[in-house]
């Protein structure tokens, strides 16, 4: 997987509390994105960092929140989880912007009751 | 924003046999095309991918077109094995960040 980790690989939670994500890469890309995979959507983009501290909105960022203080690492919080929220996460990285190959890691898969 | 869509959402063939996936995409703008191939419990993995400038590419036995007028491109797969049994995705990006991804096929190879 690129050399990228996700953590935790699962998660129970309940409504109404707050859920972090992180993504972890040993590559060094400048990029990284979070996309959420939901059956009969594809893969959808919540957010994506264009560098440390640089980050911007996706296709379904509502309810979603990011960070990015090292280059190595991207966090992604539901600041309040809902039973829409349950998904599977994936965290992708890239080397250029734009039109160039991403690198998805193994994903998180979240639950919430 | 790009919109793409993908079929056949199923996709079952015998071993040996050929697999064609096709999209359709509606941003003009959209200039690369990847396709992803995703195991059971696995990330997304990159398989083959095209840009506009090119009308085809092949990597072994997989292949990709691309006809920028009819705004389709199709992933094709010769002398299907069992390995080859998993979800495929196809993605367009255009300017921007975002990539924009087809719904999935399940293709199944019978042995």
């Known amino acids: 997987d690129a050399g990228i980790t996700q953590s935790p690989r699962h998660k129970v939670t309940e409504t109404g509390t707050p859920v972090t994500l992180r993504c972890h890469q040993t590559?060094?890309?400048?990029?990284m994105y979070w996309y959420r995979q939901d059956p009969g959507h594809g893969l959808r983009l919540i957010h994506y960092?264009?560098?440390?501290?640089?980050?911007d909105k996706g296709e379904v960022s509502d309810g979603y929140s990011v960070s990015r203080s090292k280059t190595e690492d991207f966090l992604l919080t539901l600041e309040s989880a809902t039973s829409s929220q349950t998904s599977v996460y994936f965290c992708?990285?890239?080397?250029?912007?734009?039109?160039?190959?991403?690198?998805f890691g193994p994903g998180t898969r979240l639950t919430v009751t | 924003g790009e919109n793409v869509e993908q079929h056949p959402s199923t996709l079952s063939v015998q071993e040996g046999d050929s697999a064609v996936i096709k999209c359709t995409y509606s941003?003009?703008?959209?200039?690369?095309f990847p396709w992803y191939k995703q195991e059971l419990g696995k990330g997304p993995q990159l398989i083959i991918d095209?840009?506009?400038?090119?009308g085809e590419k092949k990597d072994q036995r997989i292949a990709v077109t691309l006809n920028k007028t009819a705004k389709h491109f199709s992933l094709h797969i010769t002398e299907t094995q069992p390995e080859d049994s998993a979800v495929y995705f196809c993605?367009?990006?255009?300017?921007?960040?975002?990539?924009?991804f087809g719904t999935g096929t399940s293709l199944t190879v019978i042995p």
């Open positions: 960092s264009y560098g440390v501290k640089d980050t």
């Open positions: 992708a990285i890239s080397e250029y912007e734009g039109a160039y190959e991403q690198y």
């Open positions: 590559e060094n890309h400048r990029y």
């Open positions: 095209i840009r506009s400038n090119v």
């Open positions: 993605a367009a990006s255009g300017t921007g960040n975002q990539f924009y």
């Open positions: 941003d003009s703008a959209s200039n690369y």
